[in-house]
């Protein structure tokens, strides 16, 4: 009995030796910063990780990593960092901090912080086949502070405006607004990232009457801090459609005034003529008529067809050729029209002092010229 509890309490003391010496394997826990980490764009970010409860993790295995367990951003094992087993892009940007890893505390910094470095960031702690890990968000973000307001050369369609901004990380709210503050649904919005996945946003807006004065907002989902910047817009700006119609009225007016002038003129000469011919004035409120009817049948058409959007590059090329084009068919319709109403009344005019058998072929130059017109 005496050597059986001297064998026991050499075991004992064996085995608490052992336990002292050897490191501990406990279960632990890892809690890492709670909520997202805000890091500006260029500047530099702190994740830290602390075991729970406290211990020594100089012996462990520690990996920071991203998507894959396999690329850690920064790997210490063996007491040391492992740099050759991380990301080539994160050598030269990280810092493992190791001042309190005796107390089971970890830090992870990142230099010039970029758009890639935005995401989900993995503590990993691996002690013999024991591991735990938590998990860290870092939202990279980067605000513009210069916002620019383009104003185009006013067209029949209206003015655009339009608004650029670059340089915001993630993609900003972007909106127009009134001298109220209220929202202004946009012509176009369209955004592009550059190199460094920052975005570049643009926002156009068609306007056909003032507003007085417009903002351009941005807001970063991220931060809340907006940009905007205001354009005072003058009544002046909208005269161009004031000229457009005073334009297409003058040829109209010069239509109407041409052929109304000849027709009664020639009524007048004819008014002692006693044939039963189709009168001088009402033919030409019918070359009249017609021409309206055609020349505003195509600006109708040429405008209210299906063009090329506000957000496309050649919007403001389209609307130049078709004013351009409308004018130029306006004028010619209008010269083809002069033309053919004073040839009829000039024949007829001459057809008309021969007397006699006059009346049959001005009848039958009526319904030709008539035809003529309407064909046209």
């Known amino acids: 009995m005496e050597m059986t509890g001297q064998s026991f309490s050499s075991y004992f003391v064996a085995m608490l030796l052992l336990q002292m010496i050897t490191p501990s394997s406990e279960q632990f826990t890892v809690n890492g910063i709670e909520g997202p980490i805000l890091a500006p764009l260029g500047g530099k970010v702190e994740l830290s990780c602390q ?27 063996g007491g040391k960092d492992l740099y050759g087993e991380t990301i080539s892009n994160c050598v030269a940007r990280t810092e493992h901090l190791t001042d309190a890893t005796g107390e089971g505390k970890v830090t992870l910094r990142i230099f010039r912080v970029n758009a890639d470095d935005d ?175 055609m020349i505003v049948s195509l600006i109708f058409y040429l405008h209210y067809k299906k063009r090329v959007p506000v957000s496309d590059p050649y919007f403001e090329l389209d609307v130049m050729w078709l004013e351009d084009m409308t004018v130029i068919l306006c004028v010619l319709m209008v010269f083809i029209t002069m033309i053919i109403s004073s040839a009829y009344f000039r024949l007829r005019g001459k057809w008309n002092g021969k007397g006699g058998n006059s009346e049959g072929i001005l009848l039958l130059t009526d319904l030709q010229i008539q035809s003529l017109i309407v064909a046209s």
């Not at 002690?127 to 968000?137: A, H, K, Q, R």
């Not at 996945?197 to 351009?216: D, E, P």
Request: proline content about 6%.
């Open 51 to 77: 075991l729970s409860p406290p211990q020594s993790a100089e012996h462990m295995e520690i990996r920071w990593f991203r998507n894959h367990h396999k690329k850690p951003v920064h790997l210490y094992k």
């Open 119 to 293: 995401g989900m960031y993995h503590c990993f702690f691996k002690d013999g086949d024991f591991y735990e890990e938590d998990i860290t968000e870092v939202k990279v973000t980067a605000t513009n502070l210069e916002t620019q307001i383009l104003v185009h050369p006013p067209n029949s369609k209206g003015l655009l405006v339009e608004c650029n901004s670059g340089g915001w990380f993630p993609q900003p709210q972007m909106e127009w607004r009134d001298s109220r503050e209220e929202t202004i649904p946009p012509s176009s919005k369209s955004h592009s990232q550059d190199t460094d996945k920052l975005f570049n946003m643009k926002m156009t807006l068609l306007i056909q009457s003032t507003h007085g004065n417009v903002t351009c907002y941005l807001r970063n989902p991220v931060t809340g801090q907006e940009e905007k910047t205001s354009i005072v817009l003058s009544n002046k700006l909208f005269l161009w459609n004031k000229v457009w119609k005073l334009i297409l009225g003058l040829i109209l007016a010069l239509l109407l005034i041409f052929t109304m002038v000849s027709s009664v003129a020639l009524h007048q000469r004819l008014q002692s003529c006693s044939c039963n011919a189709v009168p001088p004035w009402l033919v030409g409120m019918l070359i009249v008529l017609t021409s309206l009817v």
